[in-house]
């Protein structure tokens, strides 16, 4: 039996970038708009031509694409104008695009107040602006807005939008639930409705997350009928977001309901780059993947006790209902104070550590995990330190160097413009097979100038370090009261791309900042195989 072809929108670069906190410059949208071409999406919305310079100047020249049309986004013409003499409609038509995607209003409510013209001019603009972009060869779509809203205050007026639009010749349809607020029941009921006036090959969903149901509203759209479905990656959008095709992308292939029915351009070979994808836009933007997020998040296939731990290594379908390479994901068995055996032979086995489960220093590698986990080490957080606990307690790691002392003061003093400045000054000395070296640095706090300090002269291992960097520093307080323990986790990466995560446990921050900085960069003289 063949299926139905869905078509995946992509507005990352312009509904996305209503994200609070995102602002993406033109290198930026070239980069994203690539990587969303040969992930094999559809259409990628590059912005609004004419709205800002960066914009202007992205569709100054069409991407060369090898699957997706470029499409550009805009208002139809405004009340009280003809086609022909708008100058933002202009610049609309004038953008180097493949496809226009038009946004006009779909409730009576939003034309009365927010446009202050009538209905039938609203019905008009729409007409026309679809028209003059078909009489340029373009692919048109429009974007009913506030269409569930306005089809609820006044039904006949919403279809009569959709109708005009299609009817003027638009390839796409698109009901919009601009303000997030309608239920799945009430989209499928709706969206079928719809496809008495408009056939479902012509409609489109364009959902936004304030009830966080963007992606069941889109799948429920998609079951009445409509074949294309608008979202961003990783969810980003004004407010609370809009639907995520990270998350709709593996539900429509890796789901028979409608795996069975539908193809879409994303084959099974471009979704396994999907976490990649969502990492490298997050790394874009610096922000912290979202651990949690379905398919693609770093805890999205994560195991934590050891009775599910020991079913998902019998068979991963106990826990799992997908498998997590589709995705570009990978199963994690966590250690932690619910560790048992299975935990930490299974995060063993993901680290390629060898081991004999005979071993007795494999028990001793769990009852110390535990312990130390009561402590306040956070191994599941960790896997780097994890690493370096495990390779000492089973006798895999060479002492590379040993730090004899460190010293970090913090002095204010005022610098040649006379502004009074904080700076930490470190002296670390370390004994790197037998010969002792004295390292000193300064930094902007006695962290930093730590992490210099340790890192700037260790004698024969120095090579193997150079590009190590720390990326990210975060401390948790773990009681209160003068007494406190500080918990210290560092993120370190390398020239590779691969990060790690290391920490540290003491009464004393800075003495457990070190200690999750000597965990890093032991793991750096491991994993680049420095020799003892």
């Not at 540290?504 to 680049?528: C, E, H, R, T, W």
Request: hydrophobic share 40%; charged share 25%.
């Amino acid at each position: 039996m063949s299926r139905e072809r869905l078509y995946l929108f992509d507005t990352t670069l312009r509904d996305g970038a209503q994200t609070n906190g995102v602002d993406f410059t033109l290198q930026d949208k070239q980069v994203i708009a690539k990587m969303l071409d040969e992930l094999g999406i559809d259409y990628v919305e590059g912005g609004y031509p004419g709205a800002n310079p960066t914009d202007s100047e992205f569709f100054s020249k069409k991407p060369d694409f090898g699957h997706a049309r470029f499409t550009a986004f805009g208002m139809t013409r405004r009340p009280g104008r003809s086609a022909s003499n708008d100058p933002g409609l202009a610049g609309i038509l004038e953008a180097k695009a493949d496809a226009i995607c038009f946004v006009a209003k779909s409730s009576a409510y939003q034309v009365r107040v927010a446009l202050e013209t009538t209905n039938e001019e609203n019905l008009a603009s729409i007409r026309d602006s679809v028209a003059a972009a078909k009489a340029l060869g373009r692919e048109v779509m429009v974007d009913c807005e506030h269409f569930f809203d306005g089809y609820k205050e006044n039904r006949d007026y919403a279809l009569a939008c959709a109708k005009a639009a299609y009817d003027a010749g638009a390839r796409w349809v698109v009901l919009c639930d601009t303000n997030g607020g309608t239920m799945p029941h009430e989209v499928e009921t709706i969206v079928d409705d719809v496809t008495k006036q408009v056939p479902g090959a012509n409609l489109g969903i364009h959902a936004h997350n304030d009830t966080e149901q963007a992606v069941a509203n889109s799948l429920a759209a998609v079951r009445a009928g409509a074949r294309q479905i608008q979202g961003t990656l990783n969810g980003l959008g004004e407010r609370c977001g809009n639907a995520n095709l990270c998350s709709l992308i593996p539900t429509l292939r890796l789901k028979n309901e409608f795996a069975e029915k539908f193809e879409i351009g994303v084959t099974a070979e471009k979704m396994a780059t999907l976490m990649k994808v969502s990492r490298t836009l997050d790394d874009m933007l610096n922000r912290a993947p979202n651990r949690h997020a379905a398919y693609v998040g770093e805890s999205a296939f994560v195991t934590k006790t050891g009775i599910h731990a020991s079913a998902v290594l019998k068979d991963p379908q106990t826990y799992e209902h997908v498998l997590p390479e589709l995705v570009g994901n990978h199963r994690k068995v966590l250690v932690s104070d619910q560790a048992g055996r299975s935990n930490v032979m299974a995060e063993l086995d993901r680290a390629g550590i060898a081991y004999d489960k005979s071993d007795p220093r494999l028990t001793r590698l769990v009852e110390e995990l535990k312990e130390r986990e009561a402590a306040g080490f956070a191994y599941e957080s960790a896997n780097a330190s994890f690493d370096l606990l495990a390779r000492r307690t089973l006798g895999k790691v060479p002492e590379y160097f040993k730090v004899e002392q460190f010293d970090v003061n913090v002095e204010q003093r005022y610098n040649a413009n006379g502004q009074r400045v904080t700076v930490a000054l470190a002296v670390v000395k370390v004994d790197v097979d037998g010969e002792r070296l004295i390292s000193a640095a300064e930094g902007n706090g006695p962290v930093n100038a730590l992490d210099v300090a340790l890192r700037k002269d260790l004698g024969k291992y120095q090579k193997y370090i150079e590009g190590l960097k720390l990326i990210d520093y975060r401390v948790r307080i773990l009681n209160g009261g003068t007494e406190a323990v500080t918990r210290v986790l560092i993120e370190s990466a390398d020239e590779t791309g691969e990060s790690w995560t290391t920490v540290g446990v003491s009464p004393n921050i800075i003495d457990a900042s070190f200690q999750a900085l000597m965990d890093s960069v032991f793991y750096k003289l491991v994993k680049s195989g420095a020799p003892a």
